[in-house]
């Protein structure tokens, strides 16, 4: 089954402790991205990646990392989060070229 | 920086009405996606208009592009309670970038 795996779906952590959000796609898909959905704001870009050790900052990176070492796989990484991190968070990832975009299920991350 | 502005933001509607969303820009795009999104999970694609002035039927689901492919409109016939959602547009201006609308959250009442 296509699908994009994000793990955890959960998150609840203290200021500072750096977390990683992993994110898989099995569908040979070259770009994936990172959002994040806050009220009132609707799903912004953190960071895109065309490719496998190609990634680019969207519209709010500051704060985040991530990497692609491998095709399947995009963490998100926050190295000291801030409870201005608190949010609804969501992997996906589409076809090069292709505007179809298949999201994870969201992980939901509490800083506090 | 929001590019898209979607409204109504808040719908509530009783089963069987008719209703219209809007997506608007300023910004020109060389594509755009409708998507729909379910408590606890991720948006879900319902379709993708490329042309100026394209229209596009899903069912009871009308989607229309903007003569200028800077806007779109959703247009939903006789609602039914499966439709509730968040409904989101997307636009894509260079094939690298997406940006989302604010959203609208529609209730439709059995």
């Known amino acids: 089954e296509a699908q994009v795996t994000q793990n955890p779906r959960y998150l609840i952590t203290v200021t500072g402790k750096k977390l990683t959000v992993t994110c898989s796609q099995n569908m040979n898909h070259e770009y994936m991205s990172w959002y994040r959905q806050d009220p009132g704001l609707g799903l912004r870009q953190i960071y895109y990646?065309?490719?496998?050790?190609?990634?680019d900052k969207g519209d709010v990176p500051e704060g985040y990392k991530v990497s692609r070492k491998e095709k399947r796989n995009f963490p998100l990484i926050l190295e000291s989060p801030s409870p201005n991190q608190t949010s609804l968070y969501f992997c996906a990832s589409s076809q090069r070229g292709k505007t179809e975009a298949f999201f994870g299920q969201g992980t939901r991350l509490t800083v506090v | 920086t929001q590019l898209l502005e979607q409204s109504p933001q808040f719908l509530s509607i009783q089963e069987g009405e008719n209703l219209t969303v809007y997506c608007n820009s300023s910004s020109v795009f060389s594509s755009l996606q409708w998507y729909r999104q379910e408590p606890g999970e991720g948006p879900v694609l319902l379709v993708t208009?490329?042309?100026?002035?394209e229209v596009k039927k899903l069912k009871r689901l009308t989607f229309q592009f903007g003569d200028a492919r800077k806007d779109s409109s959703l247009h939903i016939t006789a609602a039914q309670p499966g439709d509730t959602g968040l409904y989101l547009c997307?636009?894509?201006?260079?094939?690298?970038?997406?940006?989302f609308g604010t959203g609208t959250s529609l209730t439709v009442i059995p």
């Open positions: 208009v490329v042309t100026g002035g």
């Open positions: 990646s065309m490719n496998v050790e190609v990634t």
């Open positions: 997307a636009g894509d201006n260079t094939g690298n970038q997406f940006y």
